[in-house]
C-alpha cells in the first residue's frame, strides 16, 4: 500500500466519531474533547504528509515527520493551552516560543506559506468534510 492511501485511511480512522459516530457512554463536553483531539490529529498528520515540503523553524528547514514530532513534543508541553484546534494552532505551530520567529512552509514549487495559514486551512477543510458526512444523519 502506498504511503498517500495510509495517510487516508489513517484520517479516515480518526475522522469516524466526527461523521456522526457518537462513542457510547459520552457526555457532551467529552465528546466535545474528543473531537477537539482528532482535530488537532488531523493537522498534525496533515504536516506529516507533506513529504515534499521543507518546514522552516528558527532558519533551519525540517522534513514533514519532524516537523511533525516537534508539533507533538509542543503539544504535550502545552497541556490545556492546546486542547482545541485553535490553541494547538496558536501555541504549538505558530512559531518559536524562543525566538518568535514564524514557522513557515516551503512547497516543492517554491512557495512558502506561514504554517499557522496552512493549519488553518486544514481546519476549515476537516470542518467543511465533517459537515458534510453529517448532513443526512439528522
Not at 459520552?26 to 496533515?46: D, H, N, W
Not at 504536516?47 to 533551519?60: E, M, S, Y
Not at 514549487?109 to 506561514?114: A, E, H, L, T
Request: net charge positive.
Amino acid at each position: 500500500m502506498n504511503k498517500i492511501a495510509a495517510a487516508w485511511i489513517f484520517l479516515a480512522v480518526l475522522a469516524g466519531p466526527v461523521f456522526g459516530q457518537q462513542a457510547a457512554g459520552q457526555t457532551g463536553a467529552e465528546q466535545r474533547q474528543a473531537i477537539e483531539q482528532q482535530k488537532i490529529e488531523y493537522l498534525i498528520a496533515s504536516v506529516a504528509a507533506l513529504h515534499d515540503a521543507t518546514f522552516i523553524r528558527n532558519g533551519v528547514g525540517y522534513d514533514a515527520a519532524k516537523a511533525a514530532a516537534h508539533m507533538r513534543l509542543k503539544r504535550r508541553f502545552a497541556g490545556s493551552a492546546a486542547s482545541t484546534a485553535e490553541g494547538f494552532i496558536v501555541c504549538c505551530a505558530t512559531g518559536s516560543s524562543m525566538s518568535g520567529i514564524n514557522y513557515t512552509i516551503r512547497f516543492h514549487d517554491g512557495r512558502v506559506v506561514d504554517s499557522a495559514v496552512f493549519l488553518r486551512r486544514k481546519l476549515a477543510e476537516y470542518v467543511t468534510l465533517a459537515a458534510k458526512g453529517t448532513q443526512g444523519t439528522h
